[in-house]
């Protein structure tokens, strides 16, 4: 059995100004040239065994659930991940500027797993390992990265781990977010709950030890001792990424964890909030609502490996808070705000928008594309080749209380990455929902159609909006916001249907 539940993601968004651009080419090796080795601490690697069998098969939250890996060439399986994690504190205040000063506190027994989908054959594998916090905001272990990645992870060979870092997928707790039918499904029970025949010898002392556990895996696949979860394929990089209350978590891991072990070689932060989150305590998670009210903190200007962040309209302006967070791109870090988004969108959902009951449409804007993209260009960042282009933020205005976007003619945001649904629109595509929404509608943004007069004036065609739709996506594809390889996904979802002539 494989759990199909509806995923959905942390909290809501922050806000915005705008600077320059800078273009650049898409990188289009498949597999970057290798850096030098890099010298790591040493410290405990987690002990893997397995894979795992029996019960009802291996369990993740995916709205949209995987079933192409044969035909792809990749293959999936489970494992224990186990040993003793440590919990961190701070010598001092957490600083905002991100340079955390971190220090051993307590440790603990630990046993989780590890999902990996990987080449079957080393010639496909480009040598770059995907490590994914797998998500719990809904309250089961969502691979809500690997959705908007797998086409990139399928077709250029990367291997992809998720791994059951938090408490509450394991052990069970309160959900972030509720969803209709999450907890008939399970919602807050756990693995062990779910699955006793499968997951009953798991535990997790808490998420004070998630970081900790995190760092193990890694090293883990970097120098396996016993089972090899990659089956025997060299990983040369490991790319750390997460959504939401994921990128929360990685955030603080950033800013504290990853100095002290330098266990990964770059990091995909998507919909992080202003404010990182906690360290913890022991036997509890971490409440991420309460690090909406933290203080906004940047990633730290000193660490080794890149880092690229990827913001919504909704993670924005919202509570996220994540404007005050908003810093400037340098050696080894981009900042990416994509025009036309939302927290979670209609790409991620699949075919369950109906269940939802929102107000509106959900967003269907195209930051799955983008984040391609950052992905193939974390992985090139990471083994010495070129840096990202930079982006501009996303425009807003000053309006009394609270910042509100600067919108264009037809009423889409300006600024930020843009892709041609809001460059060539038949759409307004917005991150934020009604006043009034459910918290899970108010995530997922909206879409309203523009009117056919509005459209009749802008395209003299069906074939004028095409002509449009293509040049846009051209430019989006030149600055290296979108890989050339999803140019006819793209293509696809243009409308040409809705314009008159």
Request: hydrophobic letters at 40%; aromatic letters at 6%; one cysteine or more.
């Given at each position: 059995?494989?759990?199909?539940?509806?995923?959905?993601?942390?909290?809501?968004?922050?806000?915005?100004?705008?600077?320059?651009?800078n273009?650049g080419?898409?990188?289009?090796?498949?597999?970057?040239?290798?850096?030098?080795?890099?010298?790591?601490?040493?410290?405990?690697?987690?002990?893997?065994?397995?894979?795992?069998?029996?019960?009802?098969?291996?369990?993740?939250?995916?709205?949209r659930?995987?079933?192409?890996?044969?035909?792809?060439?990749?293959?999936?399986?489970?494992?224990?991940a186990?040993?003793?994690?440590?919990?961190?504190?701070?010598?001092?205040?957490?600083?905002?500027?991100?340079?955390?000063?971190?220090?051993?506190?307590?440790?603990?027994?630990?046993?989780?797993?590890?999902?990996?989908?990987?080449?079957?054959?080393?010639?496909?594998?480009?040598?770059?390992?995907?490590?994914?916090?797998?998500?719990?905001?809904?309250?089961?272990?969502?691979?809500?990265?690997?959705?908007?990645?797998?086409?990139?992870?399928?077709?250029?060979?990367?291997?992809w781990?998720?791994?059951?870092?938090?408490?509450?997928?394991?052990?069970?707790g309160?959900?972030?977010?509720?969803?209709?039918?999450?907890?008939?499904?399970?919602?807050?029970?756990?693995?062990?709950?779910?699955?006793?025949?499968?997951?009953?010898?798991?535990?997790?002392?808490?998420?004070?030890?998630?970081?900790?556990?995190?760092?193990?895996?890694?090293?883990?696949?970097?120098?396996?001792?016993?089972?090899?979860?990659?089956?025997?394929?060299?990983?040369?990089?490991?790319?750390?990424?997460?959504?939401?209350?994921?990128?929360?978590?990685?955030?603080?891991?950033?800013?504290?964890?990853?100095?002290?072990?330098?266990?990964?070689?770059?990091?995909?932060?998507?919909?992080?909030g202003?404010?990182?989150?906690?360290?913890?305590?022991?036997?509890g998670?971490?409440?991420?609502?309460?690090?909406?009210?933290?203080?906004?903190?940047?990633?730290?200007?000193?660490?080794?490996?890149?880092?690229?962040?990827?913001?919504?309209?909704?993670?924005?302006?919202?509570?996220?808070?994540?404007?005050?967070?908003?810093?400037p791109?340098?050696?080894?870090?981009r900042?990416?705000?994509?025009?036309?988004?939302?927290?979670?969108?209609?790409?991620q959902?699949?075919?369950?928008?109906?269940?939802?009951?929102?107000?509106?449409?959900?967003n269907?804007?195209?930051?799955?594309?983008?984040?391609?993209?950052?992905?193939?260009?974390?992985?090139?960042?990471?083994s010495?080749?070129?840096?990202?282009?930079?982006?501009?933020?996303?425009?807003?205005?000053?309006a009394?209380?609270?910042?509100?976007?600067?919108?264009?003619?037809?009423?889409?945001v300006?600024?930020?990455?843009?892709?041609?649904?809001?460059?060539?629109?038949?759409?307004?595509?917005?991150?934020?929902?009604?006043?009034?929404?459910?918290?899970i509608?108010?995530?997922?943004?909206?879409?309203?159609?523009?009117?056919?007069?509005?459209?009749?004036?802008?395209?003299?065609?069906?074939?004028?909006?095409?002509?449009?739709?293509?040049?846009?996506?051209?430019?989006?594809?030149?600055?290296?916001f979108?890989?050339?390889?999803?140019?006819?996904?793209?293509l696809?979802?243009?409308?040409?249907?809705?314009?008159?002539?």
């Amino acid at each position: 059995m494989r759990l199909t539940a509806l995923l959905v993601l942390a909290a809501i968004g922050g806000a915005a100004c705008s600077s320059g651009a800078n273009g650049g080419r898409a990188p289009t090796a498949s597999a970057p040239r290798t850096r030098p080795a890099v010298q790591r601490p040493p410290g405990p690697s987690a002990a893997i065994s397995g894979p795992m069998t029996g019960g009802n098969g291996t369990f993740l939250a995916e709205a949209r659930p995987e079933s192409g890996l044969g035909a792809a060439g990749f293959t999936e399986a489970e494992y224990t991940a186990s040993g003793t994690a440590t919990s961190y504190r701070s010598k001092g205040k957490l600083p905002t500027d991100g340079r955390f000063d971190l220090e051993a506190d307590s440790t603990a027994p630990y046993s989780t797993r590890i999902v990996v989908r990987r080449p079957k054959r080393a010639s496909r594998f480009n040598g770059t390992v995907v490590v994914e916090w797998l998500n719990v905001s809904a309250g089961f272990d969502a691979p809500a990265e690997y959705v908007y990645l797998r086409d990139e992870i399928l077709r250029r060979g990367y291997a992809w781990v998720g791994v059951s870092a938090q408490l509450i997928g394991v052990e069970g707790g309160p959900t972030a977010v509720s969803v209709p039918g999450g907890a008939e499904s399970g919602a807050g029970k756990g693995l062990r709950r779910l699955d006793p025949a499968r997951y009953g010898k798991l535990r997790h002392p808490g998420d004070a030890f998630s970081y900790d556990i995190f760092t193990q895996v890694a090293r883990a696949l970097r120098q396996p001792g016993g089972v090899d979860a990659l089956g025997g394929l060299t990983a040369e990089r490991l790319l750390a990424v997460g959504e939401s209350q994921s990128a929360f978590l990685l955030t603080t891991y950033v800013d504290g964890v990853q100095p002290l072990t330098r266990a990964f070689d770059g990091f995909l932060l998507h919909s992080r909030g202003g404010a990182p989150a906690p360290l913890g305590r022991p036997g509890g998670s971490v409440d991420i609502a309460s690090s909406l009210s933290g203080a906004p903190t940047r990633i730290r200007t000193d660490l080794g490996v890149p880092v690229i962040t990827v913001e919504t309209e909704t993670d924005v302006l919202g509570i996220l808070g994540f404007l005050p967070a908003r810093q400037p791109d340098g050696n080894r870090f981009r900042l990416w705000e994509v025009a036309g988004t939302a927290h979670a969108d209609k790409y991620q959902l699949g075919d369950r928008e109906a269940t939802l009951g929102c107000p509106l449409p959900v967003n269907r804007g195209q930051q799955h594309a983008v984040l391609k993209a950052a992905l193939r260009h974390l992985a090139t960042w990471a083994s010495g080749g070129a840096a990202p282009p930079k982006a501009p933020r996303l425009e807003t205005r000053e309006a009394g209380a609270a910042p509100t976007f600067v919108l264009d003619d037809v009423g889409n945001v300006r600024g930020g990455v843009r892709t041609p649904a809001v460059d060539a629109p038949v759409d307004i595509l917005s991150g934020l929902a009604p006043p009034g929404s459910s918290v899970i509608c108010l995530l997922l943004g909206s879409t309203r159609p523009i009117p056919d007069a509005v459209l009749a004036r802008r395209y003299r065609s069906a074939d004028a909006y095409l002509g449009q739709y293509r040049a846009a996506l051209d430019r989006t594809i030149a600055a290296g916001f979108v890989l050339p390889d999803d140019r006819g996904a793209l293509l696809r979802e243009a409308a040409p249907s809705r314009v008159a002539g």
